[in-house]
């Protein structure tokens, strides 16, 4: 009897929390429509919200609506885009390794190809986004390839800990090559200060349009796998019981992450923290479901950045911090409370 009530009510229960979940992302949806408003408004030069409307649809270069138009449209747009890479890939990364403190940058996988692409202008001359961001997808792949092999080293098993380990390391190690290419040649790298540290001015809708086609290949390459990490969360043995292809899954997940991460770094610079933060904080409200958890991050993800860019912009007027650097104030904190919890590795 009571076996069959539950039955009952399960469908029942599963629409509501589909509800729940589709008016949580509707709100998602209002925060990012909000940060962007943000964004275009505030800076150095605040801009009034009647001027920011003209300059989107009726754009006369008068007053102010040449800053919105021509610097800030740009930065939010691209903020948009890498704020949706760094979410989805930290989301995959997390659902793939079963790793909750995963990351592209903590495991190395931004420094990997910040390292091909440093390499890249300071050896072969490349400037534009469109030929280096071959060389962010190859070091994505060579720095998440590195990682796994340091993992199984031996004959432990490549645990969480030993996969974060080994990123820190390898992370560690591709930063310092890079640094040492730039010191070797400074004059390559005096226009990209803002890019090593992780920021969104400066940039053209050229980088938009060059990254944004490879973020919409890794998300839906996000969205068909998505029903697949739900069953390799349970381990591998019961997702292939399940009838689940787990190689398949990890493999589609982990060529995604390549392309998002390699083209967040290429557009934006290393950013760090944010595919940490967003899955986590969205894991709270959606549970462990990661169609949903993939879902809420391409609002929240890019809302945080945008956020982050936007403060950036205001505390050490005029001049600006780079958001990476914002990031990175808030998410070594996070990284660490995360670290100290008992039930991190339940997350």
């Given at each position: 009897?009571?076996?069959?009530?539950?039955?009952?009510?399960?469908?029942?229960?599963?629409?509501?929390?589909?509800?729940?979940?589709?008016?949580?992302?509707?709100?998602?949806?209002?925060?990012?429509?909000?940060?962007?408003?943000?964004?275009?408004?505030?800076?150095?030069?605040?801009?009034?919200?009647?001027?920011?409307?003209?300059?989107?649809?009726?754009?006369?270069?008068?007053?102010?609506?040449?800053?919105?138009?021509?610097?800030?449209?740009?930065?939010?747009?691209?903020?948009?885009?890498?704020?949706?890479?760094?979410?989805?890939?930290?989301?995959?990364?997390?659902?793939?390794?079963?790793?909750?403190?995963?990351?592209?940058?903590?495991?190395?996988?931004?420094?990997?190809?910040?390292?091909?692409?440093?390499?890249?202008?300071?050896?072969?001359?490349?400037?534009?986004?469109?030929?280096?961001?071959?060389?962010?997808?190859?070091?994505?792949?060579?720095?998440?390839?590195?990682?796994?092999?340091?993992?199984?080293?031996?004959?432990?098993?490549?645990?969480?800990?030993?996969?974060?380990?080994?990123?820190?390391?390898?992370?560690?190690?591709?930063?310092?090559?890079?640094?040492?290419?730039?010191?070797?040649?400074p004059r390559a790298f005096?226009?990209?200060?803002?890019?090593?540290?992780?920021?969104?001015?400066?940039?053209?809708?050229?980088?938009?349009?060059?990254?944004?086609?490879?973020?919409?290949?890794?998300?839906?390459?996000?969205?068909?796998?998505?029903?697949?990490?739900?069953?390799?969360?349970?381990?591998?043995?019961?997702?292939?019981?399940?009838?689940?292809?787990?190689?398949?899954?990890?493999?589609?997940?982990?060529?995604?992450?390549?392309?998002?991460?390699?083209?967040?770094?290429?557009?934006?610079?290393?950013?760090?923290?944010?595919?940490?933060?967003?899955?986590?904080?969205?894991?709270?409200?959606?549970?462990?479901?990661?169609?949903?958890?993939?879902?809420y991050s391409v609002f929240?993800?890019?809302?945080?950045?945008?956020?982050?860019?936007?403060?950036?912009?205001?505390?050490?007027?005029?001049?600006?911090?780079?958001?990476?650097?914002?990031?990175?104030?808030?998410?070594?904190?996070?990284?660490?409370?995360?670290?100290?919890?008992?039930?991190?590795?339940?997350?």
């Amino acid at each position: 009897m009571n076996v069959a009530e539950l039955d009952q009510e399960t469908p029942t229960d599963h629409a509501s929390e589909g509800r729940r979940h589709a008016v949580g992302l509707l709100g998602a949806a209002v925060v990012l429509a909000l940060t962007c408003v943000l964004s275009l408004a505030i800076g150095t030069e605040n801009v009034g919200l009647s001027t920011v409307w003209h300059a989107i649809v009726d754009y006369t270069d008068a007053g102010n609506q040449w800053i919105v138009h021509e610097l800030r449209i740009p930065r939010t747009l691209l903020g948009i885009v890498v704020g949706i890479a760094l979410g989805l890939s930290g989301a995959l990364i997390q659902g793939v390794t079963r790793n909750p403190l995963a990351d592209a940058q903590i495991l190395g996988i931004n420094s990997g190809a910040g390292l091909f692409v440093v390499a890249a202008i300071a050896f072969l001359g490349l400037r534009s986004v469109w030929s280096y961001v071959w060389f962010a997808f190859v070091g994505a792949f060579f720095a998440m390839a590195l990682v796994y092999l340091i993992g199984m080293t031996g004959r432990a098993v490549a645990t969480p800990v030993r996969m974060l380990l080994a990123g820190v390391a390898a992370g560690a190690v591709m930063e310092g090559l890079s640094y040492g290419i730039r010191l070797r040649n400074p004059r390559a790298f005096d226009s990209m200060r803002y890019w090593d540290a992780g920021a969104l001015d400066g940039h053209t809708l050229a980088v938009v349009a060059a990254v944004a086609p490879f973020v919409v290949l890794g998300a839906a390459m996000c969205l068909y796998v998505s029903r697949g990490l739900n069953a390799v969360a349970l381990g591998d043995e019961l997702a292939v019981a399940m009838g689940g292809n787990v190689v398949r899954t990890r493999v589609v997940g982990l060529l995604a992450v390549t392309l998002l991460a390699g083209a967040a770094t290429a557009g934006a610079g290393p950013i760090g923290f944010v595919g940490l933060m967003v899955p986590h904080a969205v894991r709270w409200f959606t549970g462990p479901d990661w169609r949903w958890i993939c879902a809420y991050s391409v609002f929240l993800a890019p809302a945080l950045l945008l956020t982050a860019d936007v403060v950036g912009r205001v505390v050490v007027k005029p001049g600006e911090l780079p958001a990476g650097i914002v990031t990175a104030f808030v998410g070594a904190p996070v990284l660490i409370w995360l670290v100290r919890r008992r039930d991190a590795a339940a997350l």
